[in-house]
């Protein structure tokens, strides 16, 4: 006898799950699943598939004020072992300290790129017929091709 078994959710820990719901909502067009209670929220696909989000205070609490708590020292230190060892996301990118330098000592500046209501339309429009499937294959981790 073959034992199938069948993937029927994924949870997100997160500190805010009615807000990340809404964001995945409007990225996918997912329904809305029915229970939430303040510290759960999820979205369901067709096949039933449930994407949820839990309410993880602790673990985001202690990260952030671990990472408030890191002496302005460490991240000098940790900044120049970088620049020495020439670090970067991939080759594709430049070293991670050039990166940093440009975003610290850059001229801030409003987007440049703007659209229509007729324009966003056409674009939400065209994306549409592929919405589920792309956002089921980033929560499954399907690839293609």
């Keep these: 006898m073959t034992l199938r078994m069948r993937m029927t959710a994924i949870t997100l820990d997160c500190p805010d799950p009615e807000a990340l719901a809404a964001f995945y909502r409007r990225a996918t067009g997912l329904a809305p699943h029915p229970r939430f209670d303040g510290d759960f ?66 001229e801030a500046f409003p987007a440049r790129v703007t659209v229509n209501a007729a324009t966003t339309a056409a674009i939400d429009g065209e994306l549409a017929g592929m919405r589920r499937q792309v956002a089921r294959d980033v929560v499954t981790g399907a690839h293609h091709g």
């Design 41 to 106: 929220a999820a979205l369901v696909f067709e096949d039933g598939l449930v994407l949820g989000f839990q309410r993880v205070d602790g673990l985001w609490g202690r990260l952030a004020e671990w990472a408030e708590n890191v002496p302005a020292r460490e991240y000098e230190r940790l900044r120049r072992v970088g620049e020495l060892r020439g670090h970067r996301v991939d080759s594709t990118h430049p070293p991670t300290h050039l990166r940093r330098r440009l975003l610290a000592e850059g």
